[in-house]
């Protein structure tokens, strides 16, 4: 449950600036979770891998990192299973940052099916991450986890689904 930020000074040089692990911490039941982690300018995004919990950090003009959004989502699964350690929605496994636009994955969304997955979009205006929208698949079936992986940039989100499959058992 670390999260340490460096900076690099002059010709590479790199400072250690943070431990911003001690906020992720008290979302953390497991000691060996990783993380989603996602950086834009000086807007950190923080993934809890499953734990059900995002986290945003901005760094102020001077350098300072501090907190600036704790996110969850109502309609998140609240199951937790205790073999993986992870709530079955998996928000927050996956997450992208870019300027103002965050998303965040949930690949056992089971909205389209068990773990089709899905994908949370939030935007941020003077300082505040607004919920904008929950993206599926058009096609979304069952074991599909659809927000496995994500990329974002100033207009295009990618998202890949690693259960997908077009073929038949037979071919």
Partial sequence: CH????????????????DVGTFVKQACPSPDRTYG???SG??????????SFAYVFVRDTVG???????????DVASSFDSATKQ???????????????????ANGDDDKGLNAGAVYLYTRAKGTWT?????????????????????????????????VSDQTING
């Fill in 87 to 105: 709530f079955t929605d998996r928000f927050g496994y996956w997450i992208r940052v870019h300027g103002d636009v965050l998303a965040i994955a």
């Fill in 3 to 18: 999260i340490i930020i460096f900076e690099r000074k002059g010709e590479g040089v790199w400072i250690r600036q943070r």
């Fill in 42 to 51: 000086d807007t950190l995004a923080v993934g809890g891998n499953g734990q």
């Fill in 131 to 163: 919920f904008r929208a929950k993206l599926f698949a058009n096609d979304g079936a069952v074991g599909d986890r659809f927000g496995s992986s994500i990329a974002l940039s100033e207009t295009t989100l990618v998202v890949g689904a690693t259960g």
């Fill in 37 to 39: 982690l996602s950086l």
């Fill in 64 to 74: 300072i990192w501090t907190l600036q959004a704790n996110l969850t989502h109502v």
